[in-house]
T-cell receptor
Framework: GESVGLHLPTLSVQEGDNSIINCAYS??????FIWYKQESGKGPQFIID?????DKRQGQRVTVLLNKTVKHLSLQIAATQPGDSAVYFC????????????FGTGTRLTIIP | EPEVTQTPSHQVTQMGQEVILRCVPI?????FYWYRQILGQKVEFLVS????????KSEIFDDQFSVERPDGSNFTLKIRSTKLEDSAMYFC?????????FGQGTRLTVV
């Protein structure tokens, strides 16, 4: 069945360093991928998304890489700041607006001052 | 910036009681969703809603659950007879196309 999983449950990074959070997905039919940040007691906050016809997309301090050959997704955060500490979820979906998102289990990123 | 708003932020209810969780999606969005997150676990899809009807629902969304868009702005999730295992954070989300934006959630505690 479908599954979206994360390689590491926790990640600690020194402030100012870059971080990479990885995600594996198993549904090769997925056409859309999205990263969310969730702070304690809050809802998932959109970070960046990518469609399956792309392999890289950049935002402000964040980059998402998609490798469809090995069904792998990663989120790179440059020059990490204390405010980046949170749980990060990858999620996959289809190409139509009403399709559900299937979430991974999450990686807790801790930025060490 | 437009946001999805949910009320209440916290609801405590007795087992067997009915609860209604309320959401105001972003105004120009067409697609609406409910997800839930049991403490410490991943976010799980419950139901999607488009054009005044359910598009898809998960196996979690059984007969005790229902959704409604009673007017042009609100989107509600009703749990008819709550069970202890319904205790979770419930998130409403909306999207214009693919990018779903989530509310801050309602923490439901069933005692």
């Amino acid at each position: 069945g479908e599954s979206v999983g994360l390689h590491l449950p926790t990640l600690s990074v020194q402030e100012g360093d870059n971080s990479i959070i990885n995600c594996a997905y198993s549904n090769s039919a997925s056409d859309y991928f999205i990263w969310y940040k969730q702070e304690s007691g809050k809802g998932p906050q959109f970070i960046i998304d990518i469609r399956s016809n792309m392999d890289k997309r950049q935002g402000q301090r964040v980059t998402v890489l998609l490798n469809k050959t090995v069904k792998h997704l990663s989120l790179q955060i440059a020059a990490t700041q204390p405010g980046d500490s949170a749980v990060y979820f990858c999620a996959e979906g289809g190409n139509f607006g009403n399709e559900k998102l299937t979430f991974g289990t999450g990686t807790r990123l801790t930025i060490i001052p | 910036e437009p946001e999805v708003t949910q009320t209440p932020s916290h609801q405590v209810t007795q087992m067997g009681q009915e609860v209604i969780l309320r959401c105001v999606p972003i105004s120009n969005h067409l697609y609406f969703y409910w997800y839930r997150q049991i403490l410490g676990q991943k976010v799980e899809f419950l139901v999607s809603f488009y054009n005044n009807e359910i598009s898809e629902k998960s196996e979690i969304f059984d007969d005790q659950f229902s959704v409604e868009r009673p007017d042009g702005s609100n989107f509600t999730l009703k749990i008819r007879s709550t069970k202890l295992e319904d205790s979770a954070m419930y998130f409403c989300a909306s999207s214009e196309e693919l990018r779903a934006f989530f509310g801050q959630g309602t923490r439901l505690t069933v005692v």
